[in-house]
């Protein structure tokens, strides 16, 4: 199978030192090349998601003097945008593709998550072989990734349950090739990826409004769900 085609002139990219250069670059030049990527695996992640989803360019920041350090394109569940909504992203960095599963933004469901998140932190943490790459990309500096994260211990799926507490930054973390390893990449592998992180996303993306709610307890009426 063909690889996704990232070579060295795309990561080269992000070596262009002026800010305002490099964002106009990544928009008019990689933007479209990671969004048509997207367009061929959309219906497969679809699938891997077990529900629709709908893709949506990173929005790259543009602040003064400061150059953007990585390129996104998020599939969430929402034909309106990824905000505050668990998404599955792939990601180009100066050195690294990335596939990631996160949660920028706040929104009304972040509790919810959390909530999910903190009681399905056991049996994330004995899937073993699909998480044992992860790392958390919270706060990274773009540069030497991560460690990889202990996805064997319940602590740590707790730990990443905190950070999707209201007003928190959210939740990030994932997959990471070199820029070696992306030349090789196929659609394959990187669904085949996505298939690892699914059981994650799917804690996030089915968590119910009511989840802390104990188990029968009743719902208060003029709660979405109220009989």
């Given at each position: 199978m063909a690889g996704l085609g990232f070579g060295p002139t795309d990561f080269a990219l992000f070596e262009i030192d002026d800010p305002d250069g490099r964002a106009d670059a990544l928009e008019a030049t990689l933007q479209p090349k990671l969004l048509s990527i997207g367009a061929q695996c959309l219906s497969g992640l679809s699938r891997v998601a077990g529900k629709?989803?709908?893709?949506?360019?990173?929005?790259?920041?543009?602040?003064?003097?400061?150059?953007?350090?990585?390129?996104?394109?998020?599939?969430?569940?929402?034909?309106?945008?990824?905000?505050?909504?668990?998404?599955?992203?792939?990601?180009?960095?100066?050195?690294?593709?990335?596939?990631?599963?996160g949660v920028r933004g706040d929104s009304p469901r972040r509790a919810a998550m959390q909530r999910a998140l903190s009681r399905e932190a056991a049996n994330l943490a004995k899937k073993g072989k699909p998480f044992r790459k992860l790392r958390h990309f919270a706060g990274w500096n773009f540069e030497e990734l991560p460690e990889l994260a202990p996805a064997h211990s319940a602590a740590f799926w707790l730990e990443l349950g905190d950070e999707l507490a209201p007003g928190k930054a959210g939740l990030d973390v994932?997959?990471?090739?070199?820029?070696?390893?992306?030349?090789?990449?196929?659609?394959?592998?990187?669904?085949?990826?996505?298939?690892?992180?699914?059981?994650?996303?799917?804690?996030?993306?089915?968590?119910?409004?009511?989840?802390g709610a104990a188990p029968g307890a009743p719902v208060a009426p003029g709660v979405p769900g109220a009989t």
């Open positions: 629709e989803l709908f893709a949506h360019p990173g929005k790259l920041p543009r602040r003064k003097g400061v150059a953007p350090e990585e390129l996104l394109v998020a599939f969430a569940d929402s034909a309106k945008g990824y905000r505050g909504l668990p998404f599955l992203g792939v990601v180009l960095t100066r050195d690294h593709l990335h596939a990631r599963v994932g997959i990471a090739w070199t820029r070696e390893e992306a030349r090789s990449i196929s659609l394959g592998d990187l669904l085949g990826v996505f298939r690892d992180l699914s059981p994650l996303y799917k804690v996030l993306a089915n968590a119910p409004e009511d989840a």
